[in-house]
């Protein structure tokens, strides 16, 4: 059981340039999600979504676009990558967002230089 | 607005001792707790799932307390093992929009 995939597991942009981070589930989750983790700053909600055609914003959403066409993929857009954008980003999925446990991929770790 | 901390932010402790973490939380109107431990880059891995209805959930050697109206939920580790050591950080579902608010996790080291 594979769980939630992503890729790649690591990346270096230069700034302005755009790509897309994949995050695959093969659990049927519902709910899916991206976050950012910075030292000292935690994990932070970058966009959800809570079904296919279904996304919203998080707390941190500025730079970044997300799409849910299936219920198994929810891919998370750099638009023009910033240095401010140098994080780690994990993708997470649960089948229900208030009962169940989430569960997180292996991460991605992004340089922009 | 949501707060989740957890205090200290580093702990190191010799195998074998029995000990607790601490999570607090600013508004008790949550749906549930999750503790998630968390290896060196690693993802996190739910541990604990306590709802907002439950005093307490257990698996193996960990406990996990929730207290909703003090705003305060403590981990629970038994018999403490160098393969503990991790960071382990709560999260917390909150509010109509459902966000999961994290604390910024504790780093335990267990000493052999």
């Known amino acids: 059981n594979a769980g939630v995939t992503q890729t790649p597991k690591f990346q270096v942009l230069k700034t302005g340039q755009s790509m897309t981070l994949q995050c695959a589930q093969d659990m049927n989750h519902e709910y899916m999600s991206w976050y950012r983790q910075d030292p000292g700053m935690g994990l932070r909600l970058i966009h959800y979504?809570?079904?296919?055609?279904?996304?919203d914003q998080g707390e941190v959403p500025n730079g970044y676009n997300v799409s849910r066409s299936t219920t198994e993929d929810f891919p998370l857009r750099l638009l023009s990558a910033a240095p401010s954008q140098t994080s780690v980003y994990f993708c997470?999925?649960?089948?229900?967002?208030?009962?169940?446990?989430?569960?997180f991929g292996s991460g991605t770790q992004l340089s922009v230089l | 607005k949501q707060e989740v901390t957890q205090i200290p932010a580093a702990l190191s402790v010799p195998e074998g001792e029995n000990l607790v973490l601490n999570c607090s939380f600013t508004d008790s109107a949550i749906y549930n707790l999750q503790w998630f431990r968390q290896d060196p880059g690693k993802g996190l891995t739910s541990l604990l799932l306590i709802q907002s209805s439950q005093r307490e959930q257990t698996s193996g050697r960990l406990n996990a307390s929730l207290d909703k109206s003090s705003g305060r939920s403590t981990l629970y580790i038994a018999a403490s093992q160098p393969g503990d050591s991790a960071t382990y950080l709560c999260a917390v579902w909150t509010g109509a929009n459902s966000k999961l608010t994290f604390g910024k996790g504790i780093t335990l080291s267990v000493r052999p």
């Open positions: 997470a999925s649960s089948s229900d967002r208030t009962n169940e446990k989430l569960f």
């Open positions: 979504s809570v079904g296919a055609g279904i996304t």
